[in-house]
């Protein structure tokens, strides 16, 4: 029930969202690929039909079987507590998930999310099929729904869902308040307390030489509070020019297929990441044409 209900209340969101892209007539600006399309669609689907209720099937069963008597021990926090509890077990563990995907050893299960060259709510799960599986909070979230935390969770994902839709919405929404004056205030706050766009597009940068691009830090998925807090946060108030991968550029996309069940499937690409021993190309490692014949480099980290 909790899963379906979460379902539909995203649903509804992104297409909410959607709405605003259209009418605003970004998606024109996209120039996405059919494997583009296919990568963000199956892994939308497969994230809401398979991976979380797979998590939260087998955490309940295993909570049933570890700890019978705990079923709704929980249930009787109040509201706020349980807020925190959800804050540090799903958004403080993603925030160090994701960042540990910028290494070299998991980054092959996260760079399907950075090989968008636009952004979007489309790329919001755009992700390596086991990226989800693996995520630490999703299998907390388990834990605490079995606990009693059923009700609180649904509250608690409909906001992080519409910051995390909202963050990778190609309509930059935190825009006016940089604009307007007597609003810089509430920016001020706002900005460092849940992800914007300006924050996460800077995660998605193409290039940090801008001054911009941010992509070793930002990590932040609903509370941008975790970045401050743990050295890796920048506020710059502004919107890279692109977003997407260098090594994209250079040696051509990898298929949504790769991209989407590596190690499954492993790349047939002249450098990829995405093969045993494979390591992600650092443009700041090779310049000039030598670029079109880049060694393997170090990860983004």
Request: charged fraction near 15%.
């Amino acid at each position: 029930m909790v899963n379906l209900v979460q379902n539909i209340v995203l649903v509804t969101i992104i297409l909410v969202f959607a709405v605003l892209e259209i009418r605003s007539r970004k998606h024109e600006h996209f120039h996405a690929t059919s494997d583009d399309t296919k990568l963000e669609l199956f892994m939308f689907l497969a994230l809401l039909a398979v991976s979380q209720p797979f998590i939260f099937a087998v955490t309940a069963k295993l909570s049933a079987l570890a700890m019978p008597e705990q079923r709704d021990a929980w249930a009787h926090l109040p509201w706020w507590a349980m807020g925190a509890i959800l804050l540090v077990a799903d958004d403080m563990t993603q925030y160090w998930w994701h960042r540990v995907s910028h290494s070299p050893l998991l980054w092959p299960l996260h760079r399907a999310h950075h090989t968008a060259h636009y952004m979007s709510i489309r790329i919001t799960y755009r992700n390596n099929f086991f990226y989800y599986l693996m995520m630490p909070g999703l299998w907390a979230s388990g834990v605490l729904i079995y606990l009693g935390f059923g009700n609180a969770y649904l509250v608690y994902i409909v906001v992080k869902l519409a910051v995390i839709l909202g963050a990778h919405s190609a309509v930059p929404w935190d825009a006016p308040l940089y604009r307007v004056r007597w609003l810089h205030p509430l920016a001020w706050v706002l900005e460092r307390t849940v992800v914007t766009p300006a924050t996460h597009w800077a995660h998605h940068a193409l290039t940090n030489d801008d001054g911009i691009g941010h992509y070793k830090g930002n990590f932040g998925n609903l509370l941008f509070v975790w970045d401050l807090l743990f050295g890796s946060a920048k506020i710059t108030r502004r919107y890279p020019p692109k977003v997407g991968l260098q090594d994209d550029l250079v040696f051509g996309k990898e298929r949504w297929f790769v991209e989407m069940f590596y190690p499954l499937i492993h790349s047939r690409r002249a450098h990829s990441a995405l093969v045993p021993g494979g390591r992600a190309y650092a443009e700041a490692e090779v310049d000039g044409d030598a670029r079109q014949e880049a060694p393997a480099a170090v990860s983004k980290t």
